[in-house]
């Protein structure tokens, strides 16, 4: 990260954020948020507006984070990355200084690996995608973009998880399991056979639910 960073965003995924970047002594221009007049600095850290004030700096003079989580309005944290590469903007990676990443991980453009996460030798994360508190993803798992792997997350070996996916919290998935784009894995699920896209499953072990 070379540029000042503007965090978007100003709720709680946004503050962990923001004081992961402090604890990494990274320079932060401010964050964003929909109401700024009522707006509080967040760990000492201005409000500069809202999401549009993003365009008064060059796409090429700051670097951008993704504070939206992926709960409430799962698809406003894609849209708004995708609205602000469109016009050149770059998200920078934040991997918290406590994360442990293996060798031959591929990490793609604005990744978030939270406090205490494990990422093992042979995976790749998508575009986006959060990898959240003390989650754990073992060797060669392929996690696709927007994903969010929510706090206490474990995925064994070899597990494919689709774009666009949501796993709950402390929800664990067995080894080799493919998990279908656009699916919601509740929280505390054991994943134990494979999910279609576009799924809901709950429980354990995890069964398809109607919502």
Aim: glycine share 14%; charged share 15%; with cysteine.
């Amino acid at each position: 990260m070379k540029f000042p960073i503007i965090v978007l965003g100003g709720g709680g995924h946004a503050r962990v954020l923001i004081d992961t970047l402090l604890e990494l002594k990274l320079p932060l221009l401010g964050f964003t948020v929909p109401n700024p007049e009522l707006s509080n600095a967040l760990l000492g850290v201005p409000c500069i507006g809202t999401d549009d004030a993003v365009t008064n700096y060059l796409p090429s003079a700051v670097e951008l984070v993704n504070g939206l989580g992926s709960v409430g309005v799962p698809n406003q944290r894609k849209r708004l990355f995708q609205q602000l590469k469109e016009k050149g903007y770059h998200f920078s990676s934040v991997i918290h200084p406590a994360a442990v990443i293996g060798r031959e991980v591929e990490l793609s453009e604005g990744i978030q690996i939270m406090a205490g996460a494990i990422v093992q030798t042979g995976s790749s994360i998508g575009n986006n995608t959060i990898v959240n508190t003390r989650a754990s993803v073992d060797h060669d798992c392929v996690i696709g973009d927007h994903v969010h792997l929510a706090p206490g997350v474990t995925l064994s070996g070899g597990v494919k998880v689709g774009a666009e996916v949501h796993i709950g919290t402390g929800a664990t998935v067995i080894q080799g399991v493919r998990i279908g784009a656009n699916s919601i894995i509740g929280a505390g699920a054991l994943v134990l056979k494979d999910v279609p896209e576009g799924a809901t499953v709950f429980g354990v072990p995890a069964k398809e639910v109607q919502l």
